[in-house]
């Protein structure tokens, strides 16, 4: 069973937006970097943005620079990736991960929790 869990794919029209969240479904995300990533059919994981644990650090895929942007509520035990300007590219299951402390990257390497993906389509 997954500890992360996301929400808020879906379907939209290129040059919509969507709203992902990623909660602990069992455990506190203050200690831990958080990234996001997604997988196209046929195609290999790549990562998009990542957070670290107090949120002072974000990096961004330079595909996705401009358009994403992530944030985190440790209040709420959230970390959202708010889509702007969707793009059929897009398109994707996108997946947050999580790895213990302040060093995240755009890499998969060094996450080990992992949530089961919602997947996003960007379609007219």
């Known amino acids: 069973q997954s500890q992360l869990v996301e929400s808020g794919g879906g379907l939209v029209q290129p040059g919509g937006s969507l709203r992902l969240s990623c909660t602990g479904s069992e455990w506190t995300l203050d200690y831990y970097t958080i990234g996001w990533f997604r997988q196209a059919p046929g195609k290999e994981r790549e990562g998009v943005s990542w957070?670290?644990?107090?949120?002072?650090?974000?990096d961004y895929a330079d595909s996705v620079k401009g358009r994403f942007t992530i944030s985190r509520d440790n209040t709420k035990n959230t970390v959202l990736l708010q889509m702007n300007s969707l793009k059929p590219e897009d398109t994707a299951v996108y997946y947050c991960?999580?790895?213990?402390?302040?060093?995240?990257?755009?890499?998969?390497?060094?996450?080990?929790?992992w949530g089961q993906g919602t997947q996003v389509t960007v379609s007219s």
């Open positions: 991960a999580a790895v213990y402390g302040s060093v995240g990257g755009l890499t998969t390497k060094p996450y080990n929790f």
């Open positions: 957070i670290s644990r107090i949120g002072s650090r974000t």
